[in-house]
Structures are given as C-alpha cells and as structure tokens.
C-alpha cells in the first residue's frame, strides 16, 4: 500500500493506493495541515508514505510531526537530475518544483511520446516532456483563479467576475472571465506548438482548474485525476 502526498499552495492532497487502483483520496486547506494527524490514524502501518511539498519547510515539518504513530516516515521527493526515466535539463535540477517533477514522472508513465504536461492550480504549470523523456522546459503563470482575483484586488473599478467565457465579450464581467481563459489556453496551446508535428503528441493536463480549460482546447488532450499522484506512486516503487 502507497500513500501518496501532494502539499500544495492552497490544499494539501492525499490519496491511498493498493497499486492497481486508488481506494481512498481527500484533501484539507494547507494552513490546517496539523490535521493529518487525525486522517493518517487511517492509514496502515505498513503502508509506504511519499510526498512532494511546494508549501515550505514549516508545512513539510509539521505533517512529518503530526503523522499517526507507527506510521512510516514520509519519503518526501526532491527535484534532481533524473529518475524513474526522466531526465531534467533545468539550470539547477534540485529547484524544480517537486510537484513538476512528480507530474513529469506520472506523465512518462503513461506516456512515451513528446507530451506536455500541463498542472493546472494556484500557479498553472505547462512542461514539455519529450520522447526521449527529456524534461525540455516549461511555463509558469498565475492559475485562472488566481488571474480573476487579482485584477479585482489590484484594480479600483475591475470586480471579481463571474461572467461567461464569450469569443466577443460585449461586458466587463464576460471580459475578464474570457481574457483569463484565454490567457490559460493561450499558453497551453503556444507551447504545445513545439511538439505539434509529432502525430502522436498529446497534452496531460491535471489539477482543480483543469476541467474549466479542456472544453476551450484546440489540441489533443488527455485529463488525469492526478497526474502528481501517480507520479508519487511511481517514485515509490522505484524506490
């Protein structure tokens, strides 16, 4: 049994796995990470523990403190030059974001063709995988979300909308809401464009905001539950 780990920015996200098949998931607010104790009391003793954090050293500390006793210790996966066949060209290695490289690692599984792998959260992610599983490179933006809030915090006229995606918003409301989209589906598009002559490329795309951009995707895709999971579950069993 794996136990799977995803420390996020806004949620901390976990998942029980028999290895054929996901039995129990559920997520809690990251500033309320202490609870782990109580959910972990679930969990068997002889299960297999593997996280990645992008929430900092003090949320890494206290669900290793607040694990169930009894329990493993948490493996917690760090960026590096190359595991489970993926290799990362990144300057510096180690400061890839945990959660890319598990996404990379889940998105190899699943695939050996030039792929983008795209997380789509608080932050959206968007990295070219390539055949060769060469991690190529990639994008960060603010996730939708996180666009339509901040031009409402940071504007004096602009509201937080909630309008409806249009090809010619004819409102403010419809405005923000389809510029936010297409910035989202802009860059998804605009990198996966490197990859386009491959007839078998495919975009994998995961994460909360994922569903509201696929309908808007001109480009094959594939949505995952939680690509950061199975990448998690991957290392574990190289391991």
């Known amino acids: ?95 890839l974001g945990a959660d890319r490289w598990s ?15 795209v997380c789509a959260g608080t932050a959206t992610t968007v990295d070219w995988l390539d055949a060769d599983g060469v991690f190529r490179g990639g994008l960060i933006l603010p996730g939708f979300e996180l666009m339509r809030t901040s031009l409402a915090q940071n504007t004096v006229l602009l509201p937080l909308a909630d309008g409806q995606v249009s090809a010619e918003p004819h409102n403010t409301r419809d405005a923000i809401v389809s510029g936010c989209l297409n910035a989202q589906v802009g860059a998804i598009e605009r990198m996966f464009s490197r990859m386009a002559s491959d007839p078998d490329a495919r975009c994998l795309i995961t994460g909360g905001a994922a569903k509201c951009l696929v309908p808007h995707l001109s480009i094959p895709y594939t949505l995952v539950e939680n690509l950061i999971f199975e990448g998690l579950v991957g290392f574990a069993a190289s391991q």
């Not at 996404?103 to 792998?117: D, F, K, P, Y």
Request: charged letters at 15%; one cysteine or more; glycine letters at 10%.
């Open 1 to 95: 049994m794996i136990v799977a780990i995803d420390a996020g920015n806004t949620r901390i996200k976990w998942g029980v796995s028999d290895g054929a098949r996901w039995i129990a998931q559920g997520a809690l607010p990251t500033a309320k990470s202490a609870h782990i104790a109580e959910i972990s009391k679930e969990w068997s003793p002889d299960a297999q523990i593997v996280g990645c954090n992008v929430a900092g050293e003090a949320v890494e500390a206290t669900i290793d403190a607040w694990l169930a006793p009894g329990l493993a210790p948490i493996r917690w996966l760090h960026s590096s030059a190359g595991v489970c066949g993926v290799r990362n060209s990144y300057d510096q290695p180690d400061s």
């Open 103 to 117: 996404a990379l690692i889940g998105a190899r599984s699943m695939t050996v063709a030039n792929c983008l792998v």
